[in-house]
Nanobody
Framework: QVQLVESGGGLVQAGGSLRLSCAVSGRTFSTYPMGWFRQAPGKEREFAAAISTSGGNTYYADSVKGRFTISRDNTKNTLALQMNSLKPEDTAVYYC????????????????????WGQGTQVTVSS
């Protein structure tokens, strides 16, 4: 079973930065397309960013484009999300997600494109 563990969340002032990490168990991390989603209180979980298996292709929600950067290190089985110029509306629980190697999905933007999820890490941006 694949396990994903997020870390790096916290409280930051508007305009500040945070770097989230996701550690993934298993020996096939390099074959998983990966994504970051977020869920604010009372709202649906929404797509934030995604990255292809090699890291050569990245995808972002319009709301974070230009401020967030997703990256991966296939030698360390880790996924990262660098978040700059944070805004109060970025406050949410952030989840990393992985798509199974054998999944029939080929997309990146919806929850159903992913098979494994972490437990989430809280990000709070104060105004």
């Amino acid at each position: 079973q694949v396990q994903l563990v997020e870390s790096g969340g916290g409280l930051v002032q508007a305009g500040g930065s945070l770097r989230l990490s996701c550690a993934v168990s298993g020996r096939t991390f390099s074959t998983y397309p990966m994504g970051w989603f977020r869920q604010a209180p009372g709202k649906e979980r929404e797509f934030a960013a995604a990255i292809s298996t090699s890291g050569g292709n990245t995808y972002y929600a319009d709301s974070v484009k230009g401020r967030f950067t997703i990256s991966r290190d296939n030698t360390k089985n880790t996924l990262a999300l660098q978040m700059n110029s944070l805004k109060p509306e970025d406050t949410a629980v952030y989840y990393c997600a992985a798509r199974n190697t054998y999944s029939s999905s080929s997309g990146y933007y919806t929850k159903t494109d992913y098979d494994y999820w972490g437990q989430g890490t809280q990000v709070t941006v104060s105004s």
